[in-house]
């Protein structure tokens, strides 16, 4: 009988510190999607940028942002110039494959041959995770694009980053080949519109 009472006094001392706790997990920080009204603020440094410190990720210590002069309303998007070169990520990754170096080399071979336009990198993923989750990964995955041609000479003010999260499949499909299909980076080349 003591032994009962000790049991169940334990077990109700584990669920009330079980309960007080609850599970403890890092919130994601929102990415701003340009034309949408600014994401809250919050005093929680947490909550609104995440840190790009990862030395997986690729790319310089800072917050998630819309990156280089997001406005490209003088500028016309020729999306089949570079479609070519489109590279691609593994799953839960912002890491650039070996094998897509030749495609941004070739991307930073066309910027810096006509430094009158500008580049938007679009960064996409599969249909998995959160929205929120995808938005970030998307961001980090455009981030470390813009990180990997600014060391091939091209200056990072001349690209600007976008993520889509999940938005804009490349294939609509709901399996492995449809979801590394879409866990990507699209580069559009700008050219600035005549007479601007």
């Known amino acids: 009988m003591k032994i009962n009472a000790t049991v169940s006094a334990l077990a109700f ?5 079980l309960a007080s706790t609850g599970c403890r997990h890092q919130p994601i920080g929102l990415t701003h999607i340009p034309g949408s009204p600014t994401p809250p603020v919050s005093d929680n440094p947490n909550i609104n ?3 790009m410190n990862n030395p997986e990720v690729g790319v310089p210590s800072t917050s998630i942002a819309e990156t280089g002069t997001g406005d490209l309303s003088n500028y016309n998007l020729d999306r089949a110039a570079l479609a070519a ?3 691609h990520f593994a799953y839960d990754s912002a890491v650039i494959r070996d094998s897509d170096q030749s495609s941004l080399q070739s991307v930073a071979q066309q910027l810096n041959a006509d ?11 599969d249909e998995r995770g959160t929205e929120e989750y995808n938005r970030s990964l998307g961001e980090r995955r455009a981030l470390a694009a813009r990180e990997a041609l600014s060391k091939l000479g091209v200056n990072p003010d001349r690209i600007v980053t976008r993520s889509y999260g999940k938005d804009k499949p490349a294939d609509p499909g709901h399996d492995a080949a449809a ?5 990507r980076d699209d580069f559009v080349l700008c050219h600035p519109k005549s007479g601007v």
Request: glycine share 4%; charged share 15%.
């Open 13 to 17: 001392v584990l669920a009330l510190t």
């Open 49 to 51: 940028t995440i840190p």
């Open 85 to 87: 070169y489109t590279i």
């Open 115 to 125: 430094q009158s336009t500008k580049l938007l990198v679009e960064g996409n993923c």
């Open 179 to 183: 979801w590394s299909k879409n866990r």
